[in-house]
């Protein structure tokens, strides 16, 4: 079946203007995640969704950074008045259900480049 | 495009060789790891993965060991092939929990 995936691949913005990105997870999985990845480490977590509610967004590095998950399905990761800092690839992973010994599954990704 | 992990670690090997990545985790409460593989420009993807209940796991050219005495984990794989070439991460699960924390990632080049 198909896997999770990501929109736009790319995205290219200046500093201090708004962008949403897209996760369209894998059909049936209720848990969702978002990671953003900096050139050189590992996957970091920002924000966890069991079904629309988000569980855990400890992870967020300010109240820059907003996701929304409204039918339990789509999720749309939202970052006002970007900087320079934000440029990296972002993340949406998607697991069965909630929990440890879940295999999160992840998408290509969105890079986002901040001018 | 941009390649993930410029400045990692580097693992050169033949092609035909086996190769051995080694990864030390960090938390003694972790009981599931996930070995990732990640190609340039694209998300991970999931390789192999073990319990902590586990030693030793065997996929399709791919084997994980885990020493939990030592805390490391490590991914062999048989007979590389220049498909084999990527970053690979290994992801602790911390027991109880849903978050996963990766390690810093190696690359993975395999020689012609």
């Known amino acids: 079946g198909a896997g999770v995936s990501q929109t736009p691949s790319n995205k290219v913005t200046e500093k201090g203007k708004y962008v949403e990105l897209r996760c369209d997870p894998i059909?049936?999985?209720?848990?969702l995640y978002w990671y953003r990845q900096s050139l050189g480490q590992g996957p970091e977590f920002l924000i966890y969704f069991q079904g629309t509610g988000a569980a855990d967004d400890s992870g967020l590095p300010n109240d820059r950074f907003f996701a929304v998950r409204p039918e339990g399905s789509v999720s749309t990761l939202k970052i006002q008045r970007t900087e320079r800092g934000d440029s990296a690839m972002y993340l949406c992973a998607s697991s069965l259900t909630a929990g440890a010994l879940e295999t999160q599954y992840f998408g290509p990704g969105t890079r986002l480049l901040v001018l | 495009g941009e390649s993930v992990g410029l400045h990692l670690p580097t693992l050169s090997v033949q092609e035909g060789d086996n190769s051995i990545i080694n990864c030390a985790y960090s938390?003694?409460?972790?009981?599931?790891f996930i070995w990732y593989k990640q190609e340039s420009g694209k998300g991970p993807q999931f390789i192999i993965d073990?319990?902590?209940?586990?030693d030793k796991r065997q996929g399709q050219r791919v084997t994980v060991l885990l020493n939990k005495t030592v805390k490391h984990l490590s991914l062999q794989i048989a007979a590389t092939q220049p498909g084999d070439s990527a970053v690979y991460f290994c992801?602790?699960?911390?027991?109880?929990?849903?978050?996963?924390?990766f390690g810093t990632g190696t690359r993975l080049k395999v020689l012609a």
């Open positions: 073990i319990r902590s209940n586990m």
């Open positions: 059909s049936g999985h209720t848990a």
């Open positions: 938390n003694s409460a972790s009981d599931y």
């Open positions: 992801a602790e699960n911390i027991s109880g929990t849903y978050k996963y924390i």
